[in-house]
């Protein structure tokens, strides 16, 4: 079983930084595609930025692209994401997902979630 703890969360201004750390338990971390995905009020879950594979390339989604960085540390079984240039419809629950099969755009494709860490950007 593998789990998953997002931590980072908070209250920022426009043009402001945060970076979300994702701790995951399991001894097999470095097989899985990593993933992060955020949730608005009354919007769907979408995908942020992911890992395909450990050491694969990573990718990112347009509204992020240049403003927000994945990383992940094997030896310390821990994703992260770096946000910079934040904008308030930033504004979301962030997830960190764990995929078994290779990460994704698509969150029908991760087995494993967070809990969710809460980032709030101010106008």
């Known amino acids: 079983q593998v789990q998953l703890v997002e931590s980072g969360g908070g209250l920022v201004q426009a043009g402001g930084s945060l970076r979300l750390s994702c701790a995951v338990s399991?001894?097999?971390?470095?097989?899985?595609?990593m993933g992060w995905f955020r949730q608005a009020p009354g919007k769907e879950r979408e995908f942020v930025a992911g890992?395909?594979?450990?050491?694969?390339?990573?990718y990112y989604a347009d509204s992020v692209k240049g403003r927000f960085t994945i990383a992940r540390d094997n030896a310390e079984n821990t994703v992260y994401l770096q946000m910079s240039s934040l904008k308030p419809e930033d504004t979301a629950v962030y997830y960190c997902?764990?995929?078994?099969?290779?990460?994704?755009?698509?969150?029908?494709?991760?087995?494993?979630w967070g809990q969710g860490t809460q980032v709030t950007v101010s106008s």
């Open positions: 997902a764990a995929a078994s099969g290779g990460g994704s755009r698509y969150r029908e494709m991760y087995d494993y």
């Open positions: 399991g001894r097999t971390f470095s097989r899985y595609g």
């Open positions: 890992f395909m594979w450990s050491g694969g390339p990573t």
